[in-house]
């Protein structure tokens, strides 16, 4: 008896077809015609059935098409056969690999009925061949087409990720526009203020753990996204990390640009994802509604470019990170602890030993900035401002309120999503209750934005109002380009400061 093996899959392409009806591709008739054909032939007896489903032809992933290579080898069959060859492959060297080369070795025959081929008849090779490579072209037209039609779409600035990033939902009207997510956006404005107040990835990572605010991918799933993700932690265990604070305070699409294309699969054989060039991502400009202002992001980047090191003890970026030169040889200076006090130095070992104390250079700085604000500052503002000063501290304060009410009502509306999850909620309730505390938040947050404008008439966004009594790394910043200082020589030393402007 002739031991017979039947493969049979089902492709996406099949999936794909227009004409539904056509479905002689289908499992159920492949199986049909190769067990009809077993019957014709009194000889055969099937062994075994092989069906891989939803996998392309290219794929080296396919389960079943692996337990079958693994039956021929170890001699569990005599005969494979297949709709076509394309069903056993639509790869030439899948195809050459076995059919010639393997199948022979192990006295294997190969038939596949529809396209008449049989390794048995040598005549027929040639045929095989050939057949072998319509195959793979067909293949190859079809993934070119879908990585096309991506492509259009993405250059047109259509968003093409079923997923919204965080901050962002994908519009109910339009399944390619982005709109702004009311509760994600406060806290992807919150993560960037922290960091240009100095605080690392880590802090603010830390920060919102902490409040308990749900990870980017907790409250995905919290907002009903099915979107598996591989991950053996349950879902509500998995936290802000310092990479997804890094990711957010780095993509264009806060400003409202849309990159994409920025991975591939290296071709339709090999689905290994890797990263483009960065001058082959698909760019297009403001497609959608901004979170973060262009000079906020742009400060932000310039930030991390500066890639400050963080102090180890409290992860704040010092006043001079990455500011201070040394005059001789123009050595980045670095900060050292002493057990009394705090140095800047120079770490070139051929230099001439530069050094200055931190809190002498601090209190040099400081003194330089405020005299430069003194100098330049419009002193009739300044009274106006110092007459006015109980008043804007009433207003400090309301802002304040507000916007604690503003955080409160989120939690709340943070903790109905959850109930509504645990189905302590029906969805009336839960339509009402978001209603409501939505409605009460978008009041208050008018509010503050109003109370925010007006303070910031009060309080010109240029900084410079009255003196500076502690230095930090957002004013050294705002004001310093680079200093550069040299040692002392006949108790005279020299600082330069490159400023901004
Ligand atoms: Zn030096």
């Known amino acids: ?75 569990k069959l005599d005969l494979v056969l297949c709709k076509s060859q394309s069903r056993f492959s639509r790869d030439m060297e899948v195809i050459e690999k076995y059919l010639h080369n393997k199948f022979n070795e192990w006295h294997i025959r190969f038939i596949s009925l529809a396209d008449n081929a049989d390794t048995n008849n040598l005549g027929n090779k040639k045929a095989r061949q050939i057949n072998g490579l319509v195959n793979e072209w067909y293949l190859e037209d079809i993934s070119n087409n879908i990585r096309s039609a991506f492509n259009i779409k993405m250059k047109q600035g259509e968003y093409i990720s079923p997923f919204a990033p965080y901050g962002y939902e994908i519009s109910s009207k339009d399944n390619n526009k982005l709109i702004i997510d009311p509760i994600a956006s406060y806290i992807v404005k919150d993560i960037y203020t922290f960091y240009l107040k100095g605080y690392s990835y880590t802090k603010i990572a830390n920060y919102l753990n902490n409040k308990n605010i749900p990870s980017p991918s907790y409250y995905k799933y919290l907002k009903g996204s099915k979107l598996n993700i ?36 290296i071709s339709y054989k090999n689905h290994k994802i890797i990263t483009k060039e960065q001058s082959k991502w698909i760019k297009s400009l403001n497609t959608h509604e901004p979170i973060i202002n262009k000079d906020t992001f742009t400060k932000v980047q310039e930030l991390i470019k500066q890639k400050a090191r963080p102090l180890k003890n409290n992860k704040i970026i010092h006043s001079f990170s990455h500011k201070v030169y040394c005059l001789h040889c123009h050595h980045l200076m670095r900060k050292k602890n002493s057990h009394t006090h705090e140095y800047l130095f120079c770490p070139n070992p051929n230099c001439s030993n530069t050094s200055i104390r931190y809190d002498t250079l601090e209190q040099i700085i400081l003194s330089k900035i405020n005299n430069l604000v003194k100098k330049y500052y419009n002193k009739d503002l300044l009274n106006k401002y110092l007459n006015n000063q109980d008043q804007l501290n009433n207003l400090i304060k ?98 330069n400061i490159i400023w901004n402007f």
Request: proline content about 2%; glycine content about 2%.
């Open 1 to 75: 008896m002739i031991k017979v093996g039947i493969y049979l899959r089902l492709s996406k392409e099949d999936k794909d077809k227009i004409n539904i009806e056509d479905n002689s591709e289908s499992i159920k008739n492949q199986r049909h015609l190769l067990l009809d054909y077993i019957s014709k032939h009194q000889d055969y007896i099937l062994v075994n059935e092989y069906c891989d489903e939803d996998l392309s032809g290219a794929g080296t992933y396919r389960p079943e098409f692996t337990r079958l290579i693994k039956d021929c080898e170890n001699h």
């Open 230 to 265: 591989i991950s053996n932690k349950p879902r509500k265990d998995i936290l802000w990390s310092p990479n997804a604070i890094k990711h957010i305070l780095t993509n264009e699409i806060y400003i409202g640009n849309l990159v994409q294309g920025k991975r591939t699969t």
């Open 398 to 495: 309301e802002q304040k309120d507000l916007e604690t009410k503003i955080i409160n009502h989120q939690n709340i509306l943070f903790s109905i999503y959850e109930d509504r999850l645990n189905k302590l909620l029906t969805t009336t309730e839960f339509k009402d209750l978001t209603t409501n505390y939505q409605k009460r938040k978008t009041i208050y947050q008018k509010q503050l934005n109003q109370i925010t404008k007006q303070i910031s008439l009060y309080n010109p966004p240029s900084l410079n109002f009255k003196s500076f009594t502690k230095l930090n790394y957002l004013i050294t910043n705002e004001f310093i380009s680079k200093i550069f200082i040299s040692s002392i020589k006949n108790q005279v030393r020299t600082i």
